[in-house]
């Protein structure tokens, strides 16, 4: 499969895991599991055929690992904007974590600190390098540093994705360290 095949069975799989389901027909279980074969016919049936090696390949090689695939059923790690319960448990930050945004986005951070949006959790990294990749899929990423452990002392809860990636309901401006 070429790379631009993986890049838009992937996308696929994003907007249909994590956002609308429903365009294709499928359910999500709450935990946003759904059937390999009950996708993969809805794709089909919705004009968008791709077979259950191309899925796997997907899965594998994907950079980020924006999916799992376990018991015959796959999921999205994180990122939905329909209400899923990933059943992570809680877990000890690293002391730093790292968000990456764009400079417009900068000075609303500054007053209300780091929101989900329309999103369940924010989504911090666990390394700059990460966050950097992640602020330039919208401009010049500009790089935000989260004091991760002085928000777990604080009470503030994170879960691990499978992927490595790091969520919380919210970053408050305190716990941000702005560049320059």
Known sequence: MNHQRSVRI??????HLRHAPERIGI????????????LIDAAARHGF?????ELES????NDKQRYTVENDRIRANQGHSVHVELGLPPAVPPGFLFHGTVARSVAAIREEGLRPMSRHAVHLSPDRETATRVGARRGKPVVLT??????HRAGHVFHRSANGVWLTAHVPPEFLRFPG
Do not use: H, I, N
């Not at 992937?10 to 907007?15: D, F, G, V």
């Not at 359910?27 to 009950?38: H, K, R, S, Y």
């Open 27 to 38: 359910a999500l279980d709450a935990q946003g599991w759904v059937p390999v074969t009950e």
């Open 49 to 53: 055929a791709f077979s259950r090696a």
């Open 10 to 15: 992937s996308k696929y799989l994003a907007r």
């Open 58 to 61: 997907v899965v594998a090689d």
């Open 146 to 151: 989260v004091d991760a452990g002085a928000m």
